[in-house]
């Protein structure tokens, strides 16, 4: 599997930005999907994470009710919307794909596929 990873860039404070990662080579749609990012000098962190038919999502405390994942299986797309950014948003983000269907945040150990990372910088 292929994943590859779209949407970022330069964003003011308090903007939005909408990241996209599309799938090739194998169907996403058994798979739970996940948003990481890392920013300079940090450990990379889990953003958020969404199960196979898109019935449970989970997050981040630090981007609770700003950032949603969501999926769309006959596009073999997931994609994270970020509202409200922050400058401490800041990183580069990654999508992934656990080989378990159903697991939802931490409890997720099966990070076989990675996208190649799209940064994102908040300004001030």
């Known amino acids: 599997v292929q994943l590859q990873a779209s949407g970022g860039g330069l964003v003011q404070a308090g903007g939005s930005l909408r990241l996209s990662c599309a799938a090739s080579?194998?169907?996403?749609?058994?798979?739970?999907l996940g948003w990481f990012r890392q920013a300079p000098g940090k450990a990379r962190e889990l953003v958020a994470t969404i199960t196979w038919s898109g019935s449970r999502s989970d997050y981040a405390d630090a981007v609770k009710g700003r950032f949603t994942i969501s999926r769309d299986n006959a596009k073999n797309t997931v994609y994270l919307q970020m509202n409200t950014l922050k400058p401490e948003d800041t990183a580069v983000y990654y999508c992934?794909?656990?080989?378990?269907?159903?697991?939802?945040?931490?409890?997720?150990?099966?990070?076989?596929?990675w996208g190649q990372g799209t940064l994102v910088t908040v300004s001030s």
């Open positions: 080579g194998r169907t996403l749609s058994a798979l739970t």
């Open positions: 992934a794909a656990d080989l378990t269907a159903y697991c939802s945040g931490y409890g997720c150990t099966s990070w076989e596929f």
